[in-house]
């Protein structure tokens, strides 16, 4: 299958609602072919970077970037996954080998591998001016409730997150997708507590999506008997941002010590990116370059400083 997914925007004719729906299923496999996950991490996964494409959506500028960090006690570790207004997407996990036996449902147990305890951070970095950072405490680890409390406690908008990934027996992919459901300001609270009854008897997302519903259908199973019009439909793909120079620049910002300790080894330096897998070395006479621009780096900040301490402050006129 190809690294391809779709993201479908629909706003009701009223423009109250709207609704963001995601088919996620090329992306997720490409991404489980890099990161070789266990099934579970397969679904954890699969719904983190649904839920990054989702959000990433909803920057409103070009050139901006969202991150999902979810830091919770499961054995997992640590999942990353990151979207960007222009439909790339990528992710990382930190032991994607993790396993649990399944919950008392019978299901893959995305909460205990993640974790139930601990936070989910949301990075929105615009491109300029500091990137604005929320963060609350994970609900469950199942990542669609945990990014509904996220919008329920720090952002403005009413917002209901669903998520599902299907993995088949054999730990292959049957399909991956998401939706947010939004309040617009102003929506009176009879449309919030029609469209909550909707929700709330919804079929849970993953057999939708297994039985391959498209974004009209869910649509129409979301909104019901409210007109509603198809506003967008952009493509969706997993790219990893990652390049040689910068690794690069990440090398040289590490202490200098170790930067030393690394030149005197002469093995050179090799990072493997955690988002795509993807190798990069660098040969010896490159590390003693970095040594040398990290030296000097380091010298004329120790320069400038000096030279502030000793010119006397600047008296008032
Ligand atoms: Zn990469």
Do not use: H, P
């Given at each position: 299958m190809e690294n391809k997914g779709t993201l479908t925007t629909f706003l009701t004719k009223d423009g109250f609602a709207r609704?963001?729906?995601?088919e996620t299923t090329g992306i997720v496999q490409y991404a489980s072919g890099r990161h070789r996950p266990s099934k579970t991490v397969t679904a954890a996964l699969g719904r983190g970077l649904t839920a990054a494409a989702l959000m990433g959506a909803t920057l409103k500028d070009e050139g901006g970037s969202l991150t999902l960090r979810f830091r919770g006690s499961g054995p997992a570790g640590t999942m990353t996954c990151v979207a960007d207004s222009a439909g790339n997407v990528r992710g990382c996990v930190e032991n994607p080998t993790a396993e649990l036996p399944p919950n008392a449902q019978g299901k893959l147990d995305v909460g205990g591998v993640i974790g139930r305890?601990?936070?989910?951070?949301?990075?929105?970095d615009y491109g300029f001016g500091e990137p604005y950072v929320g963060n609350v405490p994970l609900v469950s680890g199942e990542i669609g409730e945990d990014?509904?409390?996220?919008?329920?406690?720090s952002e403005q908008t009413p917002t209901v997150c669903a998520l599902g990934v299907r993995v088949n027996r054999d730990g292959s992919l049957r399909g991956a997708g998401g939706f947010l459901l939004q309040l617009l300001p102003g929506a009176e609270d009879s449309l919030a507590e029609y469209l909550e009854g909707?929700?709330?008897?919804?079929p849970s997302l993953s057999a939708l999506i297994a039985e391959g519903k498209t974004a009209e259908d869910i649509a129409d199973l979301v909104f019901g008997e409210l007109p509603r019009d198809k506003m967008e439909e952009k493509e969706l793909r997993y790219r990893c941002n990652c390049a040689r120079e910068k690794y690069r620049r990440s090398i040289k910002s590490i202490g200098i010590r170790e930067l030393r300790d690394m030149a005197q080894s002469r093995e050179g330096a090799e990072v493997v990116c955690r988002f795509c897998g993807e190798v990069y070395f660098y040969p010896p006479e490159e590390v003693d370059a970095m040594l040398a621009e990290r030296t000097e780096e380091l010298r004329s900040a120790a320069a400038r400083r000096k030279e502030r301490e000793t010119t006397p402050p600047e008296e008032n006129p």
């Open positions: 609704l963001l729906f995601a305890e601990g936070e989910l951070f949301v990075v929105r990014v509904t409390n996220y919008y329920a406690l909707r929700v709330k008897v919804l």
